[in-house]
Nanobody
Framework: QVQLVESGGGLVQPGGSLRLSCAAS????????MGWYRQAPGKQRELVAV???????NYVDSVKGRFTISRDNAKNTVYLRMNSLKPEDTAVYYC?????????????WGQGTQVTVSS
């Protein structure tokens, strides 16, 4: 059994910064891509950023230049540094990872963490 646990959300003023963390735990053999998604009220969940096991990254256009995704493979953790936050970044943020145990492949999701950007 594997799981993802997120932390770091909260309330921040426009222009502020937050860092989200997501740690994988369990009988992990390896982790492939890790990513962050978000879902705002009344909207579909969208991919925000993704990072491969080799460190290649990709971002949705609306966050390019403001958000940075990174990972610590030794800690099985992915981070999302969010700068210059805007009210339209308000959403529940979910991490996602493709995790392999010796026996199984899992498409894992975290429980979600709320990010609210408001003055």
């Amino acid at each position: 059994q594997v799981q993802l646990v997120e932390s770091g959300g909260g309330l921040v003023q426009p222009g502020g910064s937050l860092r989200l963390s997501c740690a994988a735990s369990g009988s992990i053999f390896s982790i492939n891509a890790m990513g962050w998604y978000r879902q705002a009220p009344g909207k579909q969940r969208e991919l925000v950023a993704v990072i491969t096991s080799g460190g290649s990254t990709n971002y949705v256009d609306s966050v390019k230049g403001r958000f940075t995704i990174s990972r610590d493979n030794a800690k099985n953790t992915v981070y999302l540094r969010m700068n210059s936050l805007k009210p339209e970044d308000t959403a529940v943020y979910y991490c996602n990872a493709e995790i392999f145990t010796v026996e199984e492949q899992y498409d894992c999701w975290g429980q979600g963490t709320q990010v609210t950007v408001s003055s």
